[in-house]
């Protein structure tokens, strides 16, 4: 289902273990800072934590033009692991694994079908929380909001293989940077 993952940011992310998630992480060592002043990050060993993707409401103006969106998790086993800290305790890198299969509806018709987005996604944030980018090996749900999106026309898709979201500092703008697989548009096939 979509994840909160940070202010008013929804992905939603699930399944494949990489060895990322299975092996131990090395003991927290601190990386040199690129610049005075800039901040500086740390790796870290934290623990698996379930990372329940709940159920949202995608409105018309924002992502699908003439109808609203629901999105409810029907099968949800999504977890994360935090891999690294800015040196102000904000997650800098997150990874995300779990089986997911979410319902997407149209409001305006209830015309539903149910999809597998039990990917995985490495989530990467600036040092302010907001996201930077997002790695994801699908399939996994994204959303490209309205005249806030490049790289895909507004919507919200499942994407499948290997793409990557990249968000300008304040996340008005989301590019993806990367297409490697396939993109299915939801708010299409629910039309």
């Not at 008013?8 to 601190?30: E, F, S």
């Not at 924002?62 to 999504?78: A, K, M, N």
């Not at 149910?114 to 959303?143: C, E, K, R, W």
């Amino acid at each position: 289902m979509a994840m909160r993952l940070s202010r008013g940011v929804t992905a939603t992310i699930g399944a494949v273990v990489l060895a990322v998630g299975t092996a131990q992480a090395a003991p927290a060592v601190a990386a040199p800072r690129a610049n005075e002043g800039t901040p500086g990050w740390h790796w870290v060993n934290e623990g698996w934590e379930p990372a329940p993707q709940g159920d949202n409401t995608l409105p018309a103006a924002r992502y699908c033009g003439t109808f609203d969106l629901e999105l409810d998790s029907i099968s949800d086993d999504v977890r994360s692991k935090v891999l690294s800290r800015w040196d102000n305790g904000t997650p800098k890198d997150t990874y995300y694994t779990g089986a997911l299969t979410v319902r997407a509806e149209n409001l305006s018709t209830g015309k539903a079908k149910d999809y597998d987005m039990g990917g995985d996604m490495l989530a990467s944030n600036y040092s302010t929380g907001n996201p930077h980018i997002y790695q994801l090996f699908g399939p996994v749900g994204i959303g490209m909001p309205i005249g806030a999106s490049k790289g895909l026309p507004a919507s919200y898709y499942v994407v499948d293989g290997y793409h990557v979201l990249r968000f300008n500092a304040d996340t008005t703008q989301r590019t993806l940077t990367v297409k490697l697989g396939s993109e299915t548009d939801i708010c299409a096939a629910l039309r």
